[in-house]
Structures are given as structure tokens and as C-alpha cells.
């Protein structure tokens, strides 16, 4: 199993230009979600997917669109990218989001600099 | 909405020494607490959890918790450390997001260096 895989793993914007990052696992997990960390913050929920085809917001959605077409893949959208959307993007699975004892698995996260 | 407070941001120790890292976290409700440990360029992975039960948590590469209600905390420590421990550690709460999903509520981050 690779796990959780995230490409790519370092990406240069600017202002305003528009870039998808991606996620995909091979664990058959129902829960998927994305991450945003920063210094002294810890890791912030932005957008999280129960299942194919069902998406919702995190506690910081703003600027982020995401999608589920399929089980694996979990893509997150940056439609126009700000210097405020600098951070590292962790995608995280786990079996269900239902059960809120289920270990979440990261993957190794994409560094994004917006200039 | 839960938070976790990680009391310390830094924390140097010398190798084979013993380390404590400290973590306060606010529920009036039954928790399910989790250690990460996230190495230099990589991603999060489980040291350790705790959902019920004994109150001590064995977790990887020799760690453990323990759970205080009393005290709402949940520190994790090392008898002897190693130069390999070196890294970010993130205590984190699971919280019941929205219906279906979860949400883990994650510290501010305390990054352990371990000097030769």
C-alpha cells in the first residue's frame, strides 16, 4: 500500500493564479480531508468528504473548493491564490468519520508559497 | 468547541535523558486524545491514542501517556530519548464535526530536539 499520497510536494503561485492539488489513497477509505499548517497554529480542517460525491467545509474554507468523484481521490482547488494561502496542505483518510476514535492517515504534505 | 494547549513550543533535551511534553486540552465530554509525531519534511503519523480504558498509553519508539481527567491533560513522555526522536509533536482531540465526520482539534505543536 502507498497509503496517502499528495503531489505535488512543493508549488511556487502568484497572486491570483489558480492551482489544484492532489490526494489520493489506496486504503478504501470512506473519510477523507484536508489540512492546512501553519507556524504556532497547529493544523486546521479546511474541507473534509464522507464519502464519493458528498463534500463539506472545515473551519477554514475560504478561497478552497474541493471535489470526491471516486473513493481514492480527494483533489483541493485554490481558485485564486493569495500570499494568506502560503502554508503546508496535509490530506489526511480514515475508515469513517462516523467514528471519531478512527486514526486519521497523513500524507506527506505539499509546501505552497504564493508570492 | 474543544481547544488543546501544548504548554511548551520548544524543547531541548540531551540524549538518553528523560522528557516530558505537556498537553492541556478542554471538554466537558468523554475525549478520544492522540499524539502525532511529525519527522523533518514528513507528514503526521500515530504515536499513540487514547479512547478508554487504562489510563497509561503505550505507544511507537518507546512512548506513553497518560490520560488525567482531573486535570484534563494528556502528557506525553520518554524515559531515555534518542537523537532519532527529534521532532514536531502534536497533541489533538477528536471532535464530532458535522454528522459523519470528525474533526481532530490539534495543539499548537512542540518541537522536541534532541542535542548529542
Known amino acids: 500500500n502507498a497509503g496517502v499520497t499528495q503531489t505535488p510536494k512543493f508549488q511556487v503561485l502568484k497572486t491570483g493564479q489558480s492551482m489544484t492539488l492532489q490526494c489520493a489513497q489506496d486504503?478504501?477509505?470512506?473519510?477523507m480531508s484536508w489540512y492546512r499548517q501553519d507556524p504556532g497554529m497547529g493544523l486546521r480542517l479546511i474541507h473534509y468528504s464522507v464519502g464519493a460525491g458528498i463534500t463539506d467545509q472545515g473551519e477554514v474554507p475560504n478561497g478552497y473548493n474541493v471535489s470526491r468523484s471516486t473513493t481514492e481521490d480527494f483533489p483541493l482547488r485554490l481558485l485564486s491564490a493569495a500570499p494568506s494561502q502560503t502554508s503546508v496542505y496535509f490530506c489526511?483518510?480514515?475508515?469513517?468519520?462516523?467514528?471519531?476514535?478512527?486514526?486519521?492517515?497523513f500524507g506527506p504534505g505539499t509546501r505552497l508559497t504564493v508570492l | 468547541a474543544q481547544s488543546v494547549t501544548q504548554l511548551d513550543s520548544q524543547v531541548p533535551v540531551f540524549e538518553e535523558a528523560p522528557v516530558e511534553l505537556r498537553c492541556n486540552y478542554s471538554s466537558s465530554v468523554s475525549v478520544y486524545l492522540f499524539w502525532y509525531v511529525q519527522y523533518p519534511n514528513q507528514g503526521l503519523q500515530l504515536l499513540l491514542k487514547y479512547l478508554s480504558g487504562s489510563t497509561l498509553v503505550k505507544g511507537i519508539n518507546g512512548f506513553e501517556a497518560e490520560f488525567n481527567k482531573s486535570q484534563t491533560s494528556f502528557h506525553l513522555r520518554k524515559p531515555s530519548v534518542h537523537i532519532s526522536d527529534t521532532a514536531e509533536y502534536f497533541c489533538?482531540?477528536?471532535?464530532?464535526?458535522?454528522?459523519?465526520?470528525?474533526?481532530?482539534?490539534f495543539g499548537q505543536g512542540t518541537r522536541l530536539t534532541i542535542n548529542p
Open positions: 489533538a482531540v477528536s471532535e464530532h464535526w458535522e454528522e459523519g465526520a470528525q474533526k481532530l482539534v
Open positions: 486504503m478504501n477509505h470512506e473519510y
Open positions: 489526511a483518510s480514515s475508515y469513517s468519520g462516523a467514528y471519531y476514535y478512527n486514526e486519521q492517515f
